[in-house]
């Protein structure tokens, strides 16, 4: 069974591999459509993503490779767009909306970078209270509903570093609260949610984003899905599609068309 994969990462941003080297390994695979996903630009961290001079040359050789490869593969031109990000969409095939951060008291957090950064954070801007936490997060991740995105990303991310609820319980009311509020404000959007497989391969977690729960929260409310690796190497494409789309399906999701 051959496989999408839209949400790619390069040397361009904070992948490890090439973008011509990843269209060379979706063939060898025999994939036939792949989507490229760089960073957005995001000011106060410089670090991960594409500056607007990278993100030009970055737009300027997927157009080659589309056009090199044209009888072969579909590639798409497509950017992972924070939710503190504001740049031009008009380049780009499609837009995944994500958030990565948290503000507080004039502060940009990380809340993918590790558990220790999120268990200070929690300290210093929420006294303490990992749940407030949480839900800035997922009123962040609501912002999205205000931005032309065409795929949700990697929907509970602030749960990249609690496998087994070791920083706080995901059946907490506070925590449940808070994250099916924000899908209910993006369930309107009529966009696909993606099933993430790559936080399994990076060690982070043994299923992939959203939660169970979440899946069939979105399912119960008319949502959809769509499953993405979240490459940031070659190898990584498509990632145990075959696994979770079969899990996906038990659940009686809705795949998006």
Known sequence: M???DLHIHSTYCDGKSTLEETVKTALSRGIKRIGFSGHSYTPFD????MSPEDTASYVGEIKLLKEKYADDIEILCGIELDAFSDIDLSPFDYAIGSAHYIKRDGEYIPVDLSADTLIK??????NGDIYGLTQA???TLSLLAEKDIDIIGHFDLITKFNEGFVMFNETDPRYTSAAIDALERLIPKNIPFE???GVIVRGYKRSPYPAP???DEITARGGTF???????RSDMLCFEFE???SWADERKVKWHK
Do not use: P
Request: glycine share 4%; charged share 20%.
């Open 2 to 4: 051959l496989f999408q």
């Open 46 to 49: 410089k670090g991960y993503c």
């Open 121 to 126: 954070a929690a300290h210093k801007h929420f």
């Open 137 to 139: 997060y997922y009123e």
């Open 195 to 197: 099933i993430n497989t």
């Open 213 to 215: 729960f979440l899946v």
């Open 226 to 232: 769509l499953l993405n690796s979240d490459s940031h």
């Open 243 to 245: 696994k979770w789309r």
